[in-house]
C-alpha cells in the first residue's frame, strides 16, 4: 500500500500542469488529462471503498447482530407471554367449570332440601286435614244426633198440640213420644 501511495504522488508531481489544467476546456473529455482522472478516480473510491469496509461495515453489522439479538429475544419474551396467558386461560377456564359446577351442585342441594321441605308440610298438612275432617264428620254426626233428639221433641211437642186441638183430647206423652221415634228412626237410617 506504501508503494502504490508514492508511486501516486510521484505521478502527482509530473502531471502537476496537465492535473490542474482545467483552463484549457472541459478536461474530462481531453485524452491527454485522463490518467489524472483515472488516479483521482481510483483514489477517491479506494478511500470511499476502505472507510466503508473499516468503519461503517462493522458498526452496520454490529448493528444488525444487535437488532437480531433483540428481535430473537422479544419473540422469546413473546412466546413465554403466550404460554403464560394460556396457561392463565386453563386455569382460568378451570375456575369457571368449578364454579359452574359447584353453583349446579348447590342448586340441586338446595331444589332437594326444597322439594323434602314441601313434601314433609304436604304430608302434615294431609294429616292434618285428615285429622281435621275426622273431627268435623264426628261433630256432623254429633249435630246430626242433636239435631234429630231435637228434631223428635219438637214433633212431640206439634203432634201433642195439634192432636189436643184437633181431637180435644191430650194423648200421653209415652204414647207421642214412642211413635215420633219409631217414625224418625225409620226416616234417620236414610241420613246416617
Do not use: H
Amino acid at each position: 500500500m506504501k508503494k502504490f501511495c508514492l508511486s501516486l504522488s510521484v505521478l502527482l508531481f509530473f502531471y502537476k500542469n496537465q492535473v490542474w489544467a482545467s483552463e484549457q476546456g472541459m478536461p474530462q473529455l481531453n485524452p491527454e488529462f485522463w490518467s489524472a482522472q483515472i488516479f483521482w478516480l481510483i483514489l477517491v473510491f479506494s478511500s470511499l471503498y476502505m472507510i466503508i469496509w473499516k468503519i461503517f461495515l462493522p458498526k452496520i453489522s454490529i448493528s444488525l447482530e444487535n437488532r437480531k439479538a433483540r428481535v430473537i429475544n422479544d419473540i422469546n419474551e413473546a412466546q413465554k407471554i403466550k404460554e403464560n396467558a394460556e396457561k392463565k386461560l386453563k386455569e382460568y377456564e378451570k375456575i369457571i367449570e368449578d364454579s359452574k359446577k359447584q353453583a349446579k351442585k348447590i342448586t340441586d342441594d338446595a331444589k332437594k332440601k326444597l322439594d323434602l321441605d314441601i313434601e314433609k308440610k304436604k304430608q302434615k298438612f294431609n294429616e292434618d286435614m285428615e285429622k281435621e275432617l275426622i273431627d268435623v264428620e264426628k261433630e256432623i254426626i254429633n249435630l246430626k244426633k242433636s239435631s234429630l233428639l231435637n228434631i223428635n221433641k219438637i214433633a212431640e211437642e206439634i203432634s201433642s198440640n195439634l192432636i189436643k186441638q184437633i181431637m180435644g183430647v191430650e194423648i200421653n206423652a209415652s204414647k207421642v213420644s214412642a211413635t215420633v221415634k219409631d217414625i224418625s228412626n225409620k226416616r234417620s237410617e236414610k241420613y246416617l
